[in-house]
C-alpha cells in the first residue's frame, strides 16, 4: 500500500494530476469510505485494503467537473464501469490518471460478522498487498481468525478476472478469487416454477425501504435526473405504496441498466436489507450472451451493446 | 422479578398473539426487522439490531391518510380508520424505545398526530436488554442505558432464561395475563447481569463519543464550518441513513391515482433526497452539501433548539452500520471535534 501512497504523492508534487480519489481509513478499520485527497497532506488518512470495496468509478461525474485532472484508483472489476461511465459519455478520459490497482479481493463486513463476531476494534490481515490469507479480528468480546478467502463479497467469489481494462499504470498483484460459476445460481433460479419463481423474488423484493442505495452506488445508474426521483412523472416515489411499486422499482431499474450493467456488485454490497439485487442483472448478462453472443459490458469504450444496435441476424421475439 | 426457561418462549408468544397482535424481530430472506409473529415465524431475540429500526410500527414508511371517490359527478372522503387493536413489541432494545420518545415530542406535541397517537396508546412495548453491544453502539453517549430497558417492562436474557419486570400499568397487565407461565426469579440474577453489561459498554469504542461540542445554539457557529464540505463528498445522496434511522421523521404527503379514486398517503422523507421540501417556487436546499449538512444539523443542533437540549439522535449505530459509503454522525461528531 505504501507503493501506492507513494506514487500517488509523487504524481500530485508533480503536477501530473491536482487530485486523488481513493480510500480513506474509517474508524475500526473495517469501514473505509471513498474519499477525494486534495493536497498530499490529506494522503496520511489514505489506505487501501480488502474493506475498500466502494467502486470509485462513478465519482469520477463530480470528479470531472474539477479544474485538472484526478488521480483515480481502480480495482479490475471498476474498470469495466469507468468504460461504460465513458463510453456513454459522462466523464472524460483526459480528466482522469487511472492507476489500475491490483486485488486478492474484497472483503464482506456482514460475512464476517454472520460467524457471531462483533464488538469489532481492529482487523489485521485485511492488506491487499500481502500473500498472508488470515484475518486476525480484534474484540471487545475476544479475539477470532478468519481466512480471507472465506470472509470475501459474492462477487469475488465469481470475479470477471484481474485484467485492468483500463489503465495508465498499474501498481500491486492480483490474485485468483474465484471459486464459483457466476451464473450458478440464475441456473438454479430459471428452474423454478413462474409461481416459485415469483415466491422467491417477492420474498427478497418485500424488504426493500426504497432507500436507493442500489440505485445510487450503481455506476450504470447515472442518470441526472431518475424517473424516480422526478415530480414531473406519476412514477415518483420515496416509498412503495404496494408491493406492485416495490417490484415495478427494481423490474425498470433492471431492464434500464440491462446491457449496460458491468456486474460490479455494487448494488448487492450496498443494499442494507442484504437483497440479492445483482441477480435481476446476471439474469439479464445471461440471456444477452445466449442471444447475441458473448458481451461484457465495459470491457472496451468501441463495441456496440447489442440491446442499443440492430443487425439482421438479431434474434426475434419469439423464434430463440 | 419473573423469568422462565428460554424453551418456553415459543408458548408465551403463542399465548400473547392469540390475545392481540405481537411484534417481534424476525428472520425472513437473510434480514432480521421487527415482524409480526405466527407459528412459522423465525424469532432472532439473540441479534442486536434489526435492519430498519422498530419505527414503522408506530409511524409506517407509508400509510394511507384518507381517499376520495367520484361517483356520479359528486367526490366523497373516505376517513382511513385509526390502528384501535391492542398490540405488542417485544424486544425493542433501549435505544430504538429512547427514539420512540424523540418521535413523541414531535408528534404528540400540538396539534396531535392521530395516527401516531393511536398506535402508541395501543402498543405495550417490552424492552430487552443488549446482552452483547456492538462497537458502532454509542447510546450512553446521550445517557442511554442498554443494560436497563425503560419499555412499559423491562427484559433480559440470562443463560438459560428469560427475565422481566414491569414498568408501567401496560407492563403490569401483560404480566398479569401471562402470569401462569412463570415462575419467581432473584433480582440478584438481574443485577449481575446489568454489570456485566455496563462493564462491557465501558469498552466500547463510541460509547465514550463528547458531545459537547453540539447542542442548543450551535448554528451560528456550526452552519458555515467549511467541513461539511469536505464530509459531504462520499455521500451517494440514497437516504438509507434516514431509512433505518429510529428517530428520522420526515415525511411527505402524495396523492396516488387508482382509477376513480384518489388516495392521499404520506411517506418517509429523506433530507438526502433532492426534492426534500419542494415548493412552488423550487427548493431551499440546492446542493447536496446543503442536504447532507441539514441531516446532521437537525439531529444535533436544531432539534436540541426546539425540544430543551434533546438530541434526535440515540446512537443506535445503524446509521454507521449501513451508510454504502461509510459515512455517518460519528464521524461528522469527530470531525468537528477534531477541528475545535
Ligand atoms: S470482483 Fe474481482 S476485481 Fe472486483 S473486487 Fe472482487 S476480486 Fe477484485
Ligand atoms: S438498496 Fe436495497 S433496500 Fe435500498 S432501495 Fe435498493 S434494494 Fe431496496
Ligand atoms: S450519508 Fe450515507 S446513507 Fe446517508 S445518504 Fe449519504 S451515502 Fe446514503
Ligand atoms: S442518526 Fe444514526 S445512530 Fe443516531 S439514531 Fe439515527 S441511525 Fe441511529
Not at chain 1, 178 to 196: G, N, P
Amino acid at each position: 500500500m505504501q507503493e501506492l501512497k507513494n506514487r500517488i504523492k509523487q504524481l500530485m508534487e508533480e503536477n501530473v494530476a491536482q487530485r486523488a480519489l481513493g480510500w480513506k481509513k474509517g474508524e475500526f478499520g473495517y469501514d473505509a469510505q471513498a474519499a477525494f485527497f486534495e493536497s498530499t497532506d490529506e494522503l496520511d488518512d489514505f489506505v487501501y485494503n480488502g474493506f475498500c470495496g466502494a467502486n470509485l468509478s462513478k465519482y469520477m461525474i463530480e470528479a470531472c467537473k474539477k479544474e485538472g485532472r484526478t488521480i483515480i484508483c481502480l480495482k479490475p472489476c471498476d474498470t469495466y464501469s469507468f468504460n461504460q461511465l465513458l463510453k456513454e459519455h459522462r466523464i472524460q478520459r483526459e480528466k482522469a490518471y487511472i492507476i489500475g490497482v491490483g486485488c486478492k479481493g474484497t472483503l464482506d463486513i456482514s460475512k464476517i460478522k454472520a460467524n457471531g463476531i462483533e464488538g469489532i476494534v481492529d482487523i489485521e490481515g485485511a492488506d491487499m498487498f500481502s500473500s498472508e490469507n488470515l484475518l486476525k479480528i480484534k474484540t471487545v468480546y475476544g479475539d477470532h481468525e478468519l481466512a480471507y478467502s472465506d470472509a470475501l463479497l459474492e462477487r469475488c467469489n465469481c470475479c470477471k478476472g484481474k485484467e485492468h481494462m483500463i489503465f495508465d499504470e498499474i501498481i500491486g498483484e492480483s490474485a485468483d478469487t474465484v471459486s464459483a460459476d457466476r451464473f450458478e445460481q440464475i441456473e438454479k433460479i430459471e428452474q423454478l416454477t413462474s409461481i416459485e419463481k415469483f415466491e422467491f423474488f417477492r420474498n427478497e423484493l418485500s424488504k426493500c425501504i426504497r432507500c436507493n442505495a442500489c440505485r445510487n452506488a450503481c455506476p450504470a445508474c447515472n442518470c441526472r435526473k431518475c424517473v424516480f426521483d422526478s415530480d414531473k412523472f406519476d412514477s415518483a416515489q420515496k416509498a412503495n405504496s404496494d408491493s406492485f411499486e416495490e417490484k415495478m422499482f427494481h423490474i425498470i431499474r433492471a431492464f434500464h441498466v440491462a446491457g449496460r450493467c458491468t456486474d460490479c456488485g455494487e448494488c448487492s454490497r450496498v443494499c442494507p436489507q442484504n437483497i440479492p439485487l445483482h441477480l435481476f442483472n446476471r439474469k439479464f448478462i445471461k440471456d444477452i450472451n445466449m442471444l447475441y453472443g458473448d458481451f461484457s459490458a465495459g470491457s472496451n469504450c468501441e463495441e456496440n451493446c447489442p440491446l442499443t444496435s440492430y443487425s439482421f441476424d438479431d434474434a426475434e421475439p419469439g423464434k430463440i | 422479578m419473573k423469568k422462565i426457561n428460554l424453551n418456553k418462549l415459543k408458548e408465551l408468544f403463542a399465548y400473547i398473539s392469540e390475545k392481540s397482535s405481537l411484534f417481534l424481530p424476525i428472520e425472513s430472506a437473510n434480514s432480521i426487522n421487527f415482524g409480526m409473529y405466527d407459528e412459522k415465524a423465525k424469532v432472532r431475540l439473540d441479534v442486536l439490531k434489526t435492519s430498519k429500526s422498530p419505527k414503522d410500527l408506530f409511524f409506517p414508511q407509508s400509510e394511507t391518510l384518507y381517499s376520495c371517490q367520484s361517483a356520479k359527478g359528486k367526490i366523497s372522503i373516505e376517513p382511513q380508520a385509526l390502528q384501535n387493536d391492542e398490540f405488542v413489541v417485544f424486544g425493542m432494545k433501549n435505544c430504538d424505545f429512547a427514539a420512540l420518545e424523540i418521535l413523541d415530542k414531535v408528534f404528540l406535541s400540538e396539534p396531535v398526530d392521530t395516527f401516531y397517537k393511536a398506535r402508541r396508546d395501543n402498543a405495550t412495548i417490552v424492552t430487552l436488554a443488549c446482552a452483547r453491544p456492538s462497537e458502532s453502539c454509542f447510546c450512553k453517549a446521550y445517557g442511554i442505558d442498554c443494560a436497563q430497558g425503560a419499555g412499559d417492562v423491562s427484559a433480559w436474557i440470562i443463560g438459560e432464561y428469560f427475565y422481566w419486570c414491569a414498568n408501567t400499568q401496560k407492563g403490569v397487565a401483560l404480566l398479569e395475563k401471562t402470569a401462569h407461565l412463570f415462575e419467581d426469579a432473584d433480582e440478584a440474577d438481574v443485577e449481575s447481569a446489568k454489570a456485566q453489561i455496563r462493564d462491557i459498554v465501558a469498552k466500547m469504542p463510541l460509547m465514550s463519543l463528547d458531545l459537547k461540542n453540539w447542542g442548543k445554539g450551535k448554528t451560528a457557529e456550526k452552519f458555515d464550518s467549511p467541513l461539511w464540505d469536505e464530509l459531504y463528498k462520499p455521500c451517494l445522496a440514497c437516504g438509507t441513513c434516514t431509512f433505518v434511522c429510529p428517530t428520522c421523521q420526515c415525511y411527505d404527503i402524495k396523492d396516488y391515482k387508482a382509477g376513480e379514486k384518489v388516495v392521499r398517503y404520506r411517506c418517509w422523507d429523506s433530507c438526502m433526497y433532492s426534492d426534500f421540501t419542494m415548493m412552488a417556487h423550487g427548493n431551499n436546499r440546492t446542493s447536496q452539501m446543503q442536504r447532507f449538512r441539514q441531516r446532521f444539523m437537525h439531529k444535533l443542533v436544531y432539534f436540541p433548539d426546539n425540544n430543551d437540549g434533546v438530541f434526535s439522535c440515540t446512537g443506535c449505530g445503524r446509521c454507521v452500520d449501513k451508510c454504502p459509503a461509510s459515512l455517518n454522525i460519528v464521524k461528522v461528531i469527530k470531525a468537528f471535534d477534531k477541528e475545535a
